[in-house]
Structures are given as structure tokens and as C-alpha cells.
């Protein structure tokens, strides 16, 4: 990895504008969003509010694995909580340890206002693309 990208924010590798779901929805429908976007995980929305994650391993390992109906379970029965988040200036040699001292691969990345604003994966960090220019 090029020793530059440690040192730059989350923000310049994060991805951003992330894709919600309604608590109320199905893991059926979260799953088939996922997909169609090729993404690991939706921020779970509350009348507006940011109040969980699911992910694709929430959905093996809570759904799938326990033979849950997906197209019966709703998401806010199965989401992660609360929701671990860094800030978008967070350098990216600093965004792995909270991801290790809570045992997530994805974090919710939040402005000054602690508004979502883009969600860092491990394989962001593996892997960084550059979204804006240094």
C-alpha cells in the first residue's frame, strides 16, 4: 500500500452518500438492495434517524444460519446497534482499531455534525480507490 494513504482522511477512500433501509422493511428487501448495489451493508433509518447497520453478515449469521424466514423478519429485528462511527477527518491508519476493538468490518462515517456521510469497510482499507483529489 502507498505509505500515503494511512496518512489521508477516511473520507478521501470512504464510500459515500451511503444507502439506507427502513427498520420496518424485510431482510428479503435489504438483501435484494444490497445486491443490486453491490454493497455489504444499509444504515438502518428511523423516521429520519440513523439507528442501526445491517450487514451481509448480520443477515448469515442471524437470518440464514438460524433457517429465519428473510421474507417474514423484519430488519430492526436483526440490525447491529449502535452503530460504531468515525469522523470523516479520521486518518485512515486510525480507522482500524475501532473496527478491531468492536469487532465490525464496516463504520459509519460522520461529519462535524455527526451526520452520516459515508461508511469505511475493511476492504476500503485493504484496497483504498481515492474518491476526491489530495
Known amino acids: 500500500m502507498d505509505v500515503r494513504v494511512i ?7 470512504m464510500t459515500p452518500n451511503p444507502f439506507t433501509i427502513a427498520e420496518d422493511k424485510t431482510i428479503a428487501e435489504a438483501a435484494k438492495s444490497m445486491e ?3 454493497i455489504g451493508c444499509l444504515l438502518v ?12 453478515t448480520d443477515i448469515t449469521r442471524k437470518v440464514v444460519a438460524k433457517g429465519i424466514n428473510p421474507k417474514e423478519t ?8 449502535p ?5 470523516q477527518d479520521t486518518p ?3 480507522v482500524y482499531q475501532p473496527m478491531a476493538a ?3 468490518r464496516h463504520l459509519m462515517v460522520t461529519d462535524e455534525n455527526k451526520k452520516a456521510v459515508g461508511i469505511v469497510s475493511v476492504r476500503d482499507i485493504l484496497y483504498p480507490r481515492i474518491v476526491s483529489s489530495p
Open 102 to 104: 468492536y469487532g465490525v
Open 74 to 81: 423484519k430488519v430492526g429485528e436483526v440490525m447491529s446497534q
Open 7 to 13: 496518512t489521508i482522511p477516511v473520507k478521501e477512500i
Open 92 to 94: 485512515v491508519n486510525e
Open 36 to 38: 443490486q448495489r453491490r
Open 45 to 56: 433509518d428511523q423516521q429520519g434517524e440513523t439507528v442501526g447497520i445491517i450487514t451481509e
Open 83 to 87: 452503530v460504531r462511527s468515525v469522523n
